[in-house]
């Protein structure tokens, strides 16, 4: 299953649920919702700091040089899953009607210490495994 992991920057949530979804041998990609400067790595902005570290030592995983994908229904398009991640005021139209489109309601951890961010992290594993019994 090809599943699109989204969040409203590009920056925390859907880059971290793809490297996890990597690692159980999932194929996907992530994009953002309403991302500023897209085509840049996500290292690039500071509020990453912290999950860039977390995905480092708690998975031995360096997404420091992904890089962050503006979200439209061409980047939509290849995918069998949508998984959002971001606010409901962030979320298009089209992607709410969209019936491969699934709700994950996890927080955005760009102002939260390390400890609040593993936690997130640790919620997006979680729903990995899940996702992997679709």
Do not use: H
């Not at 159980?24 to 990453?48: H, M, R, Y």
């Not at 593993?118 to 899940?130: C, G, W």
Request: aromatic share 6%; hydrophobic share 40%.
């Amino acid at each position: 299953m090809k599943v699109l992991f989204i969040c409203r920057a590009n920056v925390g949530r859907s880059q971290a649920a793809l490297e996890l979804y990597r690692l159980t041998g999932g194929e996907g990609n992530s994009a953002g919702t309403k991302v500023d400067n897209p085509n840049t790595k996500i290292s690039d902005i500071p509020l990453a700091a912290n999950i860039i570290q977390v995905m480092r030592s708690d998975y031995g995983i360096d997404m420091s040089s992904n890089i962050r994908t503006q979200l439209d229904e061409e980047v939509a398009k290849p995918f069998d899953r949508l998984i959002v991640m971001a606010e409901a005021d962030n979320i298009p139209e089209w992607l709410l009607r969209d019936t491969r489109t699934i709700f994950w309601d996890i927080k955005d951890p760009k102002l939260m210490d390390i400890e609040g961010t593993r936690k997130i992290v640790k919620e997006i594993e979680s729903k990995i495994a899940d996702l992997k019994q679709f």
